[in-house]
């Protein structure tokens, strides 16, 4: 390193005489003199300064260096050692080298996950998402292991946890229901927190909920997942790392949170705690031969959880046979959560009787209710308008639904409402518009119903003041229409709105590119035929001018409706359009310049075959878009889009 030190500085000696040799002679005046010796020691000092710095690096590689070949020869070397114990079926002593290893790691040297790095972006563009922890499969779970319990990462995960307040550990302690390495979503989490207590049901829930992740991230007890979209500044999803699952998990038992097994799994009988599982009998014994020898039937059911259960959650159990005297001993419970909430599965799940959840009428006392995906119930029993403290609804994803009772008008208390792909269902019961408390309401259905007095409109709901955010399913091509807009406008609270038109709007569908175009996913309508879109309706001004979040999916026009417009959206952030016929947005009005969307950060676009624009006018159009994503458009040209149709601005 000295050679090349030398060398650095004898060729800065060389450049310094060609720029001495090239200076203009002056013998004969003084003043040329006194110039030339000062250039002279500028480049001087220039390449001294150029000197210590090339010097300063060069040391801090040769400390690195060392470093790194004294961590290198240790990992080997421990490497060696767990290859001559594997021969010898040495388990144990493997798992001590490697937690002697672990702690070997400063603890104090945390990896931020509040905001995805470029390069962890670029990770998870590569990366599919089932490999991302291929990596941790063999990692032997450390629950309940005196070596575990008795080192450093353990210690310290517990004075951290001994840090928070109460409200940040029940919280916490929520997690260790799920298993390792699993991936959950915010929501199923905000309404589980709901459920019990932990945060308020009322506009505040999906701020409290973020303050409450945010805190547990920052902690590093918990990390955000940001997989569906690499480009969200937000992660939808959250989940534990294996060793902080493990220390959670002795942490909920030792608080007598959660009953597990002796490998950490949650149990079906709660002894300690009033939190149950529902989970697959490992030793395929009958249950009610466990709990009181009365019945030879070769079917599970859950009559055997203890009466005083608070929460009852669906871990993994796809085949549910509900007696109603069950839903007897489980009056006291205030989460039922019998759907699915892996979203990365696609296991079935099934209710063996519907008609046995007419038992509902007996959980009086239940603030969350989730059927989410249960496939076989058509119809909601009436004896649910008797749950006069539920506050969350989760139907999401019941397929066979069509029939949702007249009585949930007095559910009063009800903040959340999901009935989103829920395609069975045609109309809205008129007892919906009573749910004046209602927050967040999805996938209801508007209809040009000559029954108005029994079905649901969009006016009847005009009393939910608190609404900010609402997603609509319909057939009518020309929807929203004069009088619906006078009507979303009543919203004032309003802050995100879904609108989700029938499956196929191509009137006049291109044979060669028609078949091509991928329908947004749950789309499965068709549009009644005959009816059109009236291009020429005059819509009022000021439409909505608190949304912040607009998705438009299959939207049937060629070109904008005059509500969307910049100056009837003044506060619009997120533009999501996928599907339909639209080609315009403003690009196409001639003899005027087109009114720039100056407030629209992210931009998604999606299977818009008809939309013609170059960058050039796109970035006219939208001035102020970070990070779009672009996914088969084909007359949106010249693009400075990645392989998967994402761009984000760098500066």
Known sequence: MATAINHVSSHTTEIQREEEEHLPRATSAPQQEVGNQQTTTDHEMKAKKLHELMEDDIQFIDEAYDNLRKYKAEVVKQQERAKEMLKYQEISKVEKVVMRLKTEIPSK???RYSEPTDRDAKKKEILPNREKNKHLAGVHSFYKKDLFKNNVIFKEFKESFNLLDSQHKQCLLCFALFPKDATIKK???????????????DVNAKAETESVLNQLILRNFIHPVYDKCPFKKKAHSCKLQPLAHAAVTMLAESENFIDFDDKGDPIREHTRSLRSCLVPRKDNKLENEESNGKNNSNSQT??????????????????????????????????????????????????????DLEGLANIKYVKFLSLQGISGITEIPESISKLWNLNVLDLRACHSLEVIPRGIGSLHNLTHLDLSECYLLSSMPKGLGALT??????????????????????????AMKNLSKLSIHTEIVDFPRRSELSVLKKFKQLRILTIEWGGNLLRNPDPSTASNVPKPEGIARKLPTGKKADENVSHP????????????????????????????????SELYIRGGELRDLGQFEFGTDPEPWNNVETLRLKYLTEMEMDWTEFRELFPKVECLEKVKCPKLTMFPCNAHGVWKDKS
């Open 187 to 201: 929501r199923i989490v905000m309404y589980w927190w709901i459920g019990e207590g932990f945060i308020p049901s």
């Open 302 to 355: 859950t009559s055997s959880y203890k009466p005083m259960a608070h929460v009852v959650f669906n871990l993994n159990e796809a085949f549910l046979r509900l007696k109603r005297e069950w839903f007897t001993e489980m009056k006291h419970v205030s989460i039922l959560y019998l759907g699915g909430w892996d979203s990365t599965s696609k296991k079935h799940i099934e209710v063996e009787e519907p008609k």
């Open 437 to 462: 408390n209602l927050v967040v309401l999805k996938g209801f259905e508007v209809q040009d119903s000559t029954d108005k007095l029994h079905s649901c409109t969009l006016d009847d709901l005009s």
């Open 541 to 572: 001004t000021g439409f909505l001018p608190k949304l912040e979040k607009l998705d438009l999916k299959c939207y049937p026009r060629r070109s904008a409706a005059t509500w969307l417009k910049p100056d009837n959206l003044p506060k619009l």
């Open 109 to 111: 040297v945390k990896v």
